[in-house]
């Protein structure tokens, strides 16, 4: 009915992708090529297979090299990391809504040159990224949203380039070698980042009024990051902004941070995990009473690493009146997830 949540199971395949990487030239270029079929079996979802991954990289020296291709943007840690080593199973709410923020297909893998390179031994570290962003044509409002009440969809007619930077700080002795959200106690970092995204002079018209407004999308974060021995902490807080700079509509200003850690317990042989994140997602900063709250608790398992591992987790999200995702009747959800991870 729309007013309460319903209880119900669901058995599916979270991630399934097979994976291509190699050399071109030794020491110099590399490839990856990765297909995904993602939440295939899911309730409400739809079995597809897609690019997930396919690029090139060029490594020129430690400090200059060159991506081009279809892959990450270089923005918020925790959505960086490789999928396969995540801490906890879900991703943060606010996080996943800052990916979807520069495109209406696959916004946050979308193809890009990527500039990057480790000053100082990785003690300073940059990436710098152009990409596409909105596209002509494709659906940038429908009917309802916070654009236009008319009934035909509103598409993008002109998308200005989409540009990333994100650098990185670590102390001496604390420079991360490789991004991992749950390193399993080997070596130790100390990392702060700093985002910007932008794209700016999006042009877009309504098919029944035929009018032209024009908006600008910015998105600044920052996060710290560590880890020593079995312990692992995360703080990352994103917020961006939706501005008409042609048009009547207030700004859309939405905001989230959270804190997460886990601790690797090897005695014993038990490799075993408990973790937790904390999370605070202001759906728009602009409206009263939008927020979720979100509190994970998880205990993780590591057979083999992450080549072989076992999560359980319990995600409890408590919504506010005007939020999206509260019902009518309920504004509290729980979620009981086991996740078994084989990668090869």
């Given at each position: 009915s729309g007013k309460t949540y319903a209880q119900g199971n669901d058995i599916y395949f979270r991630r399934s992708r097979l994976e291509m990487t190699g050399t071109?030239?030794?020491k110099s270029i590399t490839y990856n090529l990765t297909f995904s079929a993602d939440r295939w079996e899911q309730a409400g979802g739809t079995n597809t297979v897609k690019l997930y991954n396919a690029y090139l990289v060029w490594d020129v020296v430690d400090e200059f090299s060159?991506?081009?291709?279809?892959?990450k943007l270089p923005y918020s840690r925790i959505s960086i990391i490789p999928d396969q080593t995540l801490l906890l199973i879900e991703y943060p709410d606010s996080t996943e809504a800052a990916t979807k923020l520069f495109g209406g297909t696959d916004p946050y893998y979308q193809p890009h040159v990527l500039v990057n390179g480790r000053v100082l031994g990785g003690m300073f570290s940059?990436?710098?990224?152009?990409?596409?962003?909105?596209?002509?044509?494709e659906t940038i409002y429908t009917r309802g949203t916070y654009l236009t009440t008319d009934t035909a969809d509103t598409k993008v007619a002109k998308g200005g380039a989409l540009t990333v930077a994100r650098i990185e700080l670590s102390p001496p002795g604390w420079v991360e070698k490789k991004k991992i959200d749950a390193p399993l106690g080997i070596g130790k970092h100390l990392t702060l980042g700093i985002d910007y995204a932008a794209q700016k002079g999006i042009a877009f018209y309504n098919n029944t009024v035929?009018?032209?407004?024009?908006?600008?999308?910015?998105?600044?974060g920052y996060d710290l990051s560590g880890h020593y021995k079995g312990l692992t902490v995360l703080y990352e807080y994103n917020t961006w902004t939706i501005r008409q700079t042609a048009g009547a509509k207030k700004d859309v200003a939405p905001r989230g941070w959270l804190v997460q850690a886990g601790y690797l317990i090897e005695a014993l042989n038990l490799n075993i995990e408990p973790a937790a994140r904390y999370e605070v997602y202001n759906q728009?900063?602009?409206?009263?009473?939008?927020?979720e709250r979100i509190m994970t608790v998880e205990l993780n398992w590591y057979l083999k690493g992450h080549s072989l591992k076992l999560g359980a987790d319990w995600i409890n999200t408590q919504y506010e009146k005007n939020a999206k995702g509260r019902l009518s009747n309920q504004d509290e959800k729980n979620v009981f997830q086991v996740q078994t991870q084989l990668y090869f």
């Open positions: 071109l030239v030794p060159v991506r081009l291709g279809k892959a940059y990436f710098l990224a152009a990409g596409d962003g909105w596209q002509n044509g035929n009018r032209n407004i024009k908006e600008d999308r910015v998105l600044m728009d900063g602009n409206k009263s009473d939008a927020y």
